[in-house]
């Protein structure tokens, strides 16, 4: 039997969204933020249990904005929010919100909309004006990141705040790293990410665009100028499948590319039937992009089921494939690409295979393994590979990148946030495995304290 007063509690207060039909025409954001009613509305659902603060990685303190949101004290919630988290408004839009999985209404009922309480505080702070700040005194010291994205902007910050100057190298001309080269604007508007960029700037983070570390300027020369270093390079390396033909033509192209591509202004002729390889949420964002360029048929090809796509099961991932089906994208499951067909330079289409899927002995996701037997074609203007990245270690010469200890493709790192070389930290996509903003920042303040630590700060 439900506990008087809760049963109320049970039902989310809707977010809204565009339609799909016109959403899908233009690259306007197409999420609605709540209203002032209907956030405090959502936000007095919080039983302040605290169960979803373990499931964030930067351990935010959920329940205290919320209660302060559904007090109607927005300010309050912002400075709550800033202690762990210096970029509110776009974890407020498009944070993959673990924390929402673990609400206690999750399972009964609908978990609290933690992501768009904290993006009406967000969207709805000067922080200039409403953010309390209390810097530290120059302490002399001078600390520079590698690239513009959301592990090294927290390091910034933190840093900035106890008095010591940070230098951000990024390799291109806009800041946010991926949040601006990957997510496309219809999920995270560039207004957005300079809002928060520039108040980071606003406490003494410089950002030095267009240069890119291991040419522009070389990474042991940074480690000479520099009292640490701290690598926020990201994954920037496309993994390709390596499929035949992929070398014959310019219309096969990976994800990476063609996000960065379209995200830096390029208009890209995609034309009418494009098929994205991959079934993560990169595959979601190039295939939506391409709807949006002008394709009419675009269709999502991957070599799993669907229930073992990546993060299957969260509510983000759900969330993500419902509003990519809902703006017409199709999907084909358990499918082996085995050559993109190329003739006199231009792409025809795919041939592939449909796959049989092998439960694997003592668990572990089901191995998918071609039917060989009968070959499939579909035809196609453009192919997307939307089939991971990985870290382009080309900013590192050769005797430092040997001394660098990884695991796996990641970079390992100790608890205060160093790798295996004295004063160079990192963090981010570099390092950690869930590759997502709220992690990247998570790393980013256990970076900041580990080399307020190193410096003896
Ligand atoms: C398509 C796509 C969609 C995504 N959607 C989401 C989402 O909805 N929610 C979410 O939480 N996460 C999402 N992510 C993941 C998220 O963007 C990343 O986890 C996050 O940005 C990683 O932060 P980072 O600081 O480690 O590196 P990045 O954001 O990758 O930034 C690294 C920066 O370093 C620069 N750089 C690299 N090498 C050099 C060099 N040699 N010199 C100078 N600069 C250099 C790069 O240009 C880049 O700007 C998405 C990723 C992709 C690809
Ligand atoms: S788990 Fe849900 S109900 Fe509990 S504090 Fe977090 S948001 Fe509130």
């Given at each position: 039997m439900a506990v008087p007063g809760t049963i109320n509690k049970l039902k989310r207060v809707p977010v809204k969204q565009r339609d799909p039909k016109e959403r899908k025409k233009d690259f306007e954001m197409y999420t609605i933020p709540y209203t002032i009613e209907e956030v405090m509305a959502e936000a007095d659902?919080?039983?302040?249990?605290?169960?979803c603060v373990p499931a964030c990685p930067a351990r935010v303190n959920i329940p205290g904005y919320v209660r302060a949101m559904a007090d109607g004290e927005r300010e309050k919630g912002i400075n709550i929010i800033f202690r762990d988290l210096p970029l509110p408004q776009i974890c407020g839009t498009v944070c993959t919100h673990r924390c929402e999985d673990a609400c206690v209404f999750h399972n009964r009922g609908e978990a609290v909309a933690i992501r768009h309480v904290k993006r009406y505080i967000a969207e709805n702070s000067d922080y200039t004006r409403d953010v309390k700040i209390n810097k530290k005194a120059d302490t002399g010291k001078r600390v520079v990141a590698i690239g513009a994205g959301p592990a090294s902007l927290t390091i910034g910050y933190y840093l900035a705040l106890n008095g010591v100057h940070v230098d951000i190298y990024e390799k291109h001309k806009i800041p946010g790293g991926m949040m601006a080269l990957g997510i496309p604007r219809y999920r995270l508007s560039m207004d957005l990410i300079n809002k928060e960029v520039d108040f980071i700037k606003s406490l003494g983070v410089e950002i030095k665009y267009g240069m890119e570390v291991g040419k522009s300027i070389g990474f042991e020369e940074l480690m000479k100028k520099y009292d640490a270093v701290f690598i926020g390079a990201g994954n920037h390396k496309p993994r390709t499948t390596g499929t035949t033909g992929a070398d014959r033509t310019d219309r096969v192209m990976h994800a990476i590319d063609f996000l960065r591509r379209v995200a830096l202004g390029e208009k890209i002729d995609v034309g009418e039937k494009v098929i994205v390889i991959g079934g993560g949420f990169t595959a979601m964002d190039a295939s939506r992009t391409a709807l949006r360029l002008g394709a009419k048929k675009v269709s999502v090809y991957y070599r799993r089921r669907f229930e073992d796509?990546?993060?299957?099961?969260?509510s983000n991932a759900e969330e993500e494939y419902e509003e990519t089906a809902a703006e017409g994208v199709e999907f084909v499951w358990t499918v082996t690409p085995f050559e993109y067909v190329v003739e006199n330079g231009r792409l025809k289409g795919m041939k592939y295979w449909k796959n049989r899927m092998v439960e694997q002995e003592g668990g572990g996701r089901a191995k998918p393994v071609p039917i060989k037997d009968k070959e499939y074609f579909v035809e196609a203007d453009t192919i997307i590979e939307a089939t991971g990245q990985k870290i382009d270690f080309s900013f590192l010469p050769e005797e430092i990148k040997n001394k660098l200890e990884m695991d796996w493709n990641d970079i390992k790192v100790d608890a205060k946030g160093m790798t295996s070389i004295e004063g160079v930290f990192a963090g981010g996509d570099a390092v950690n495995?869930?590759?997502d903003i709220i992690s990247a920042v998570a790393d980013g303040k256990k970076a900041a304290k580990g080399i307020l630590k190193y410096l003896g700060i």
């Open positions: 659902r919080c039983l302040a249990c605290g169960l796509r990546p993060s299957a099961g969260t495995r869930t590759k």
